[in-house]
Structure formats: C-alpha cells, structure tokens
C-alpha cells in the first residue's frame, strides 16, 4: 500500500515552546488529510481535516488557534502545537487520501510530550 | 453522531486460539466498516473492510461480518499466531467533504503467546 511518512515519532518539549510534526505522503497524492489524537486506552479522536491549499476544518472543542494545520502542497501537512502545554501531551497521528473513495494511510504517529 | 464501540483489552491468548472482537456501531445512514492493525512503532493499516450489509471482509485469515441488524462487524480468526500481536481498532466511515471520514473505537491490545 501507500506510504504515508510522519516525523518526528517522537518528541519532549518545555512548557510555552512550540512543536512541529509533519505528515508527508510519499507515493501519491494526498488531496485530503486528517490529524488525530489519542489518549491512553482511548480512541483516536479526530481534531481537524485539511484539504490541500484551502484552510482545515476543526472538530467542536479543537482549538484552531492552538493546533495549526498547514497543508500547503499535495505531498504534505503540518501540524504545529503552540505554547504547549502539559496537558498537551499525547499521541499524534496523520493520516492522508487521494479522494472520497479511496483509502485511508496512516502514519507512524507522534508522541509528544510537554515538561 | 457517529461511535464505535469495541470490545476493551487486553486479549491475551495462546497461539492457535480462537479470537473473537467485538464490535459495535451507531450511524447515520449507512457507513462502511473497517478493522485496522497498528503493530508496535508502526502506523495503522487496513485489515479488512465491508462497505454494505451482510459483506464479508477477509484478509490474513481474519473476517468479519457487516450486520446491519445488529449493528455489529465483530473480528474473528480461527487459529492466531505470535506474530498477530498488536492492537486492533474497529472504525467506521462516512462521506465527509471530498473524502470519507473515520470514527474510530478505543483498540483492543492482543498479545499471543508461543
């Protein structure tokens, strides 16, 4: 199947400091990709949906202005977590597909953990 | 809206067991369902799917089963292996945009041992 690429798969950060993760398709082109987050023993929960070159669309209770998504060319997205908190903490994972009817790929996800 | 509820973890069993996880679902209209397998430092991949009533997916000796009238798409494999160990999400979606969102379940953590 196809490749989806996220880096780093693991990162620690201080309190206040802002965090990049990248999700980079490298086989196809990713017209559409999502960013989750998981809880321990939880669900993956879907923050926000970006479509290439057009602004993401956040899930009720995500705050836009916390979690920038920048999805600026068809290979690749970004997830920036700004003035970070311990509370932010978590595991982060992308996801990226090439139309309505074509299948979800994955990364490898991203632990992030703020001290 | 949308939810999935799955059967909690962890499963452990011994290698030729019988695996059974559940797999609930609410929907609107009507979703696909999938199983996804995340082994450890991997990212999720597909291991079945079922897009209408009554199909069966199957893959690696894995199936499961759309039951609309249950609202079930319970996993089951007849003999596990070692190498099965991992954790399993059950998921559904629906069309969202220009591309299908998922709703995922919490991911049940199975370990076979030799």
């Known amino acids: 199947g196809a490749v989806v690429s996220q880096h780093p798969s693991r990162v620690i950060c201080k309190s206040g400091t802002s965090v990049k993760i990248e999700c980079r398709s490298l086989d196809f082109q990713a017209t559409t990709m999502f960013w989750y987050r998981q809880f321990p023993k939880q669900s993956l929960m879907l923050m926000a949906t970006?479509?290439?070159?057009?602004?993401?669309?956040?899930e009720q209770g995500v705050e836009k202005d916390k979690f920038l998504i920048n999805h600026a060319s068809l290979t690749l997205s970004t997830l920036t977590v700004t003035s970070a908190h311990p509370e932010d903490s978590s595991f982060y994972i992308c996801?990226?597909?090439?139309?309505?009817?074509?299948?979800?790929?994955f990364g490898q996800g991203t632990r992030l953990t703020v001290v | 809206g949308d939810s999935v509820t799955q059967m909690e973890g962890p499963v452990t069993l011994s290698e030729e067991a019988f695996l059974t996880i559940n797999c609930t679902y609410t929907a609107t209209g009507y979703p696909s369902l999938f199983w996804y397998v995340q082994y450890p430092g991997e990212g999720l991949q597909l291991l079945l799917k079922a897009t209408k009533a009554d199909d069966k997916g199957s893959n690696k000796g894995f199936e499961a089963t759309y039951r609309k009238e249950t609202t079930s798409f319970h996993l089951e494999k007849g003999s596990v292996q070692v190498s099965d160990s991992a954790v399993y999400f059950c998921?559904?979606?629906?069309?969202?945009?220009?591309?299908?969102?998922?709703?995922f379940g919490s991911g049940t953590q199975l370990t076979v041992l030799p």
């Open positions: 970006s479509n290439e070159g057009s602004k993401a669309t956040y």
């Open positions: 996801s990226a597909t090439g139309g309505l009817n074509t299948e979800a790929f």
């Open positions: 998921a559904l979606s629906v069309p969202r945009g220009s591309a299908r969102q998922l709703t």
